[in-house]
């Protein structure tokens, strides 16, 4: 399942499918990038990063890509989990001021 | 320790009361944060605070007060709300104020009446 953030702010998945996640930012300097997952009742926590010196980054399930030149991050969720289940947010930061989150996507996974 | 904490966990406060909010890390980050967030919004930035001193104020009204008493403790007073100030308020915190992962906690639930 694949999500474009701003327009399609909910993502249903079948446990066990690769989920997508998009996010769209604003500013062509900011340098680092964050995705944080957010369950309901909790605070954002973090997944995964990237720098802007780079155009993928890999963790334990989840990648990250980010193209410079359409301003544009993505979250790449390997075999989803019920657990997987939250709210998505990218974060972006531009140098020399902090970061900001963008609108958010719910990703539900169906067991 | 990679642990935020903030109390109380849920606040209900009339619209005349003065009451805190309290964050406290221990993982020697010089950099805290209060963040607004609304229902199914993204957090919004109030303060940022680094080496114990405001460095931002995204034009917060002035009925949200922020205090910084000592590197691992961050405080929010809060004096003459409105409804609309109910939301969920996250403390974080950053080894330094710009391009560093920032770790945030549980948050406080906070209803204005």
């Known amino acids: 399942g694949e999500s474009v953030g701003l327009h399609l702010p909910t993502l249903s998945v079948q446990e066990g499918d690769n989920s997508i996640i998009n996010c769209a930012y604003s500013?062509?300097?900011?340098?680092?990038f964050i995705w944080y997952k957010q369950e309901s009742g909790k605070g954002p926590q973090f997944i995964i990063d990237?720098?802007?010196?780079?155009d993928k980054r890999q963790g334990q399930r989840v990648t990250v890509l980010l193209n410079k030149t359409v301003k544009h991050l993505s979250l790449q969720i390997a075999a989803t989990q019920p657990g997987d289940s939250a709210v998505y947010f990218c974060?972006?930061?531009?140098?020399?001021?902090?970061?900001?989150f963008g609108t958010g996507t719910s990703l539900t996974v169906i067991p | 320790d990679t642990e935020v904490t903030q109390t109380p966990k849920h606040l209900v406060m009339g619209m005349t009361n003065k009451k805190s909010l309290k964050c406290e890390q221990h993982?020697?980050?010089?950099?805290m944060y209060w963040y607004k967030q609304k229902a199914k919004k993204p957090p919004e930035l109030m303060f940022v605070?680094?080496?114990?001193?405001?460095?931002i104020n995204e034009s917060v009204p002035s009925r949200f007060s922020p205090e910084c008493p000592n590197s691992s403790l961050l405080n929010l007073h809060l004096h003459a709300l409105q409804p609309e100030d109910s939301a969920l308020y996250l403390c974080?915190?950053?080894?330094?104020?710009?391009?560093?992962?920032?770790?945030f906690g549980p948050g406080t639930r906070l209803t204005v009446t």
């Open positions: 500013n062509s300097a900011s340098d680092y």
């Open positions: 993982m020697g980050h010089r950099a």
């Open positions: 990237i720098r802007s010196n780079m």
């Open positions: 974060a972006e930061n531009i140098p020399g001021n902090q970061f900001y």
């Open positions: 974080a915190s950053s080894q330094a104020s710009s391009s560093y992962e920032q770790y």
């Open positions: 605070y680094s080496y114990e001193k405001l460095s």
